[in-house]
């Protein structure tokens, strides 16, 4: 299984970007589809999760600012990020959990939010 990010890249305080992040080389829906990020000089924190069937779970520093979904029949989740903040800077990472407690991770796609 291969996990494909785009649509990261430099925006302005306040501003919105939508990662994707499409999961190729399995007929099988994920049983889950998140977000992590790595901050520079962090450790890499679950930003947004969500199970097949089931309900989000968001970090606290994002909700209410991100919205995470996913499309079952194209093995694709989505990170809709508004209201960016500086501190949101990071390498995001797509992540996929098989139901067999495999897991898979894409490249990383930067983030960068300028103030």
């Known amino acids: 299984v291969q996990l494909v990010e785009s649509g990261g890249g430099l925006v302005q305080a306040g501003g919105a970007l939508r990662l994707s992040c499409a999961a190729s080389?399995?007929?099988?829906?994920?049983?889950?589809m998140g977000w992590y990020r790595q901050g520079p000089g962090k450790q890499r924190e679950l930003v947004a999760v969500i199970p097949s069937g089931g309900r989000p779970n968001y970090a606290d520093s994002v909700k209410g600012r991100f919205t995470i979904s996913r499309d079952n029949g194209k093995n694709t989740v989505y990170l809709q990020m508004n209201s960016l903040k500086p501190e949101d800077t990071a390498v995001y990472y797509c992540?996929?959990?098989?139901?067999?407690?495999?897991?898979?991770w894409g490249q990383g796609t930067q983030v960068t939010v300028s103030s």
């Open positions: 992540n996929a959990a098989g139901w067999s407690g495999e897991a898979y």
């Open positions: 080389g399995s007929t099988v829906t994920m049983y889950a």
